[in-house]
Structures are given as structure tokens and as C-alpha cells.
């Protein structure tokens, strides 16, 4: 069974400190998305990756950054916390199409992390 | 440029009646779409998708869509609404290989007794 697991359900920061949240797949996918998630606005993305140390800019990159050190890994670092940066935060990985272990291409997502930002 | 309308903010449905949830996107390229459902504190899960082909889909828990390019919509359907039905729905509009996904806003369920 697939599965993407995210490093803390709930985290609360104050202004100013460096925050970092952690994503992992099992599933050897090679792409990995970060999204923000806000009442009325549905999803956006903040970044992607579609390899080790790869990374692209999404809609919404500011104020944030990655990290892809390992395939299975994709972190998101808050350099510095604002209160505009409360909001639930959900990971996500594919399969490039073509391979994948269920040859079902699909964004496969964790079960959010809910940062509020003090 | 992409864009996924969900014209409806929530919904609220009868225990065992119909549903349908509308979508509407905007996008250059064939599309690839997608609807996700979400139940509170969880991540989205994958309802069903359409690539190419036939234009009725069929997802999991009963829950079908429809492609229609001339209204550019895809709009989602069960005959039979269950109370745990109760969630928000997403659709979703990609490429091949999904990167950037754009999402709609998402419609709230309600399912009543």
C-alpha cells in the first residue's frame, strides 16, 4: 500500500523561528510536491521536485524553501515564520508516468500537517 | 492560463439521495482531470480520474464523472448519498506527468438525515 507520511499532524511556532516539515514516500516516486491548503482557496503549490536536489518554484514560493537530499525525502523550510503562514501544509509524490507501482498516475497525498504560527 | 471553477462553496444532500458536484476548467491542452476527496484532518484521497477515452468515469465508493469538452466541464455524481459521503471534494486539471496540478476551491458535503 502506498504511502506518504508527513512529520507532525499539528505544530504551532512563533514569529520568527525557522521551521521545517518533513515529507516521506515509500513508494520510490520521483516527483514531490508541497502544497498549502486555505479555507477558500483550495490548494496551491509552494514547490516541487522532480529528482534529488532538484526543485522548481510553484505559485506561491515566497517565504518558503526545500530541501531534496534523498529521493524519498522532501522537506519545506520556513526561514523565518510569519502569522500569513498559519495554514495546513499537505505533501505529495507521483510516479512519472509509465512506471509506478500501480500504474496508477496519480498525486498521492500525506495526511497534512495544521501549522499555526503565533 | 489553468483555472478549475467549483461553483459551489458547500452542498447539502439528503441521506440516499443524488448528489452532483460541478466543475468547470479552463485548460490549453487536452486535460487530465481529477477529483479528491477529503475528510476532516485527512489528506486528500483519489476519487477517480480521466485521461482519454470514454468520457463516463467510474471511482471508488460509487462515485462517477463525466467529461464534457464542448461545456469544458467534469462533474461528479452518486446515485446515493451515504451519510460518511460527508467531506470535501476537489477536482483537479494537470498535463502528463501531473506536475502543477491546479486545483479548484473545493465544494463542502453535507449529508443530512
Known amino acids: 500500500d502506498v504511502k506518504v507520511t508527513q512529520s507532525s499532524r499539528y505544530l504551532v511556532k512563533r514569529t520568527g523561528e525557522k521551521v521545517f516539515l518533513e515529507c516521506v514516500q515509500d513508494?520510490?516516486?520521483?516527483?514531490m510536491f508541497w502544497y498549502r491548503q486555505d479555507p477558500g482557496l483550495g490548494l496551491r503549490l509552494i514547490y516541487f521536485s522532480y529528482d534529488v536536489k532538484m526543485k522548481e518554484k510553484g505559485d506561491i514560493p515566497e517565504g518558503y524553501s526545500v530541501s531534496r537530499e534523498k529521493k524519498e525525502r522532501f522537506s519545506l523550510i520556513l526561514e523565518s515564520a510569519s502569522t500569513n503562514q498559519t495554514s495546513m501544509y499537505l505533501c505529495?509524490?507521483?510516479?512519472?508516468?509509465?512506471?509506478?507501482?500501480?500504474?496508477?498516475?496519480?498525486?498521492?497525498f500525506g495526511p497534512g500537517t495544521r501549522l499555526t504560527v503565533l | 492560463a489553468q483555472s478549475v471553477t467549483q461553483p459551489d462553496i458547500h452542498i447539502t444532500v439528503s441521506e440516499g439521495a443524488s448528489l452532483e458536484l460541478r466543475c468547470n476548467y479552463s485548460?490549453?491542452?487536452?486535460?487530465?482531470l481529477f477529483w479528491y476527496v477529503q475528510s476532516p484532518g485527512q489528506g486528500l484521497q483519489l476519487l477517480l480520474k480521466?485521461?482519454?477515452?470514454?468520457?463516463l468515469v467510474q471511482g471508488i465508493k460509487g462515485f462517477e464523472a463525466e467529461f464534457k469538452r464542448s461545456q469544458s466541464s467534469f462533474n461528479l455524481r452518486k446515485p446515493s448519498v451515504h451519510w460518511s459521503d460527508a467531506a470535501e471534494y476537489f477536482c483537479?486539471?494537470?498535463?502528463?506527468?501531473?506536475?502543477?496540478?491546479?486545483f479548484g476551491t473545493g465544494t463542502r458535503l453535507l449529508v443530512s438525515p
Open positions: 505529495a509524490s507521483e510516479p512519472i508516468p509509465g512506471q509506478g507501482v500501480s500504474s496508477t498516475d496519480t498525486q498521492y
Open positions: 485548460y490549453g491542452a487536452t486535460p487530465y
Open positions: 483537479a486539471v494537470g498535463a502528463r506527468g501531473f506536475q502543477k496540478l491546479v
Open positions: 480521466y485521461f482519454s477515452g470514454d468520457t
Open positions: 513508494m520510490d516516486h520521483e516527483n
